[in-house]
């Protein structure tokens, strides 16, 4: 399996799908809340730090190999604080 590349326009797209299958759908920039496969997880969280500069985590394990995940999103990140300084 050849890894994903953020500078590759395939893996760009790939990643912003990934993003936006977890993303707030009124404001991307909002708190990452979501229920995704276990298996995903480290493709998403690439995915969630790429968009947001914050760190996904697993909140609770579910059944069927499932997980409830939560990253603080774009506003709480280093990109909206450093425009705020």
């Given at each position: 399996m050849?890894?994903?590349?953020?500078?590759?326009?395939y893996a760009e797209e790939e990643m912003l799908e990934t993003f936006m299958g977890v993303a707030d759908?009124?404001?991307?920039?909002?708190?990452v809340k979501?229920?995704?496969p276990l298996r995903l997880f480290g493709e998403v969280?690439?995915?969630v730090a790429a968009f947001?500069?914050?760190k996904l985590e697993i909140v609770e394990l579910l059944p069927e190999q499932m997980v409830r995940v939560h990253?603080?999103?774009y506003f709480a990140g280093p990109?909206?604080?450093g425009a705020a300084d």
């Open positions: 050849t890894p994903k590349i953020l500078t590759d326009h759908p009124e404001d991307w920039r909002g708190p979501a229920v995704i969280a690439t995915a947001t500069g914050t990253a603080a999103g990109a909206a604080r």
